[in-house]
């Protein structure tokens, strides 16, 4: 394994522990609805914004602009490695796949139908743009659910609170290990939408406790996805100058 597939898996990991496809047969729950309902408009988004922040550290490891132009994905997609610090950059608009790790004095280039490419499509999601998978519940396992509303100026939001059986939820392989798994859900319902703003996770494993906050923000499907320069690149540049 590459360096630059190496942190590519290790962030893709990270996210599984709350991102498991699959999940079994529910049980029904306070709010599984409008839940259920926000993972289906999530999935049917044309374009959309999405970070990932380790709540522990402050640090955005995960984030991605992507939009849907025909049945291609176009993405903008950033990774990071909150314990090393190592970055991946990875940017597609459909014909060519660039990519930059940590370290890399460049950008690498593959273009469509080559060995290196690959891309996502609506039929081949890549899964920050698949609610199913962004937003799993974990149905079966759920042990408790709560549910308020949250009132402002210009919408109403639900706050679906829920708390998970350790022994039930242990039962899938990727949570082997895995206690005291909380999720909540701040889901946009004003005018009969649900749509989700926010989703906080909790976890601990291994001793260690983990804290996610995953933002959702639709974008506009006709702007397009800009390349974003990493750092370590544009110092580079500035430096030489």
């Not at 991102?19 to 047969?25: F, N, W």
């Not at 469509?112 to 609506?122: D, F, I, Q, V």
């Not at 397009?224 to 690149?233: F, K, N, S, Y």
């Amino acid at each position: 394994m590459n360096k630059r597939n190496g942190i590519f898996i290790y962030i893709i990991m990270v996210l599984c522990v709350f991102a498991l496809s699959g999940c079994s047969s529910s049980n029904g729950y306070e709010g599984e609805d409008v839940v259920d309902k926000a993972k289906q408009h999530h999935t049917d988004l044309e374009a959309a914004s999405i970070s990932v922040q380790d709540r522990n550290t402050g640090i955005i490891i995960q984030e991605i602009d992507y939009r849907f132009v025909g049945d291609v994905m176009q993405y903008m997609y950033i990774g990071r490695d909150a314990d090393t610090g190592e970055e991946y950059y990875e940017f597609n608009n459909g014909t060519e796949l660039d990519a930059w790790h940590t370290g890399d004095s460049e950008w690498s280039f593959a273009a469509k139908g080559t060995e290196n490419y690959y891309g996502y499509s609506r039929a081949k999601r890549h899964y920050f743009a698949d609610g199913a998978l962004l937003l799993n519940d974990y149905a079966s396992a759920v042990k408790s659910a709560i549910t308020k509303y949250e009132r402002g100026d210009t919408k109403v939001v639900k706050v679906v609170k829920i708390e998970y059986d350790d022994a039930v939820i242990s039962q899938n392989e990727q949570m082997k290990g895995v206690t005291n798994y909380r999720q909540e859900y701040w889901i946009d319902v004003t005018q009969g939408r649900s749509e989700c703003d926010s989703c906080y996770v909790d976890y601990t494993k291994d001793g260690k406790t983990y804290s996610y906050w995953i933002r959702l923000e639709s974008r506009d499907p006709e702007e397009q996805i800009q390349r974003a320069e990493p750092p370590e690149l544009t110092e580079a540049v500035e430096n030489t100058q």
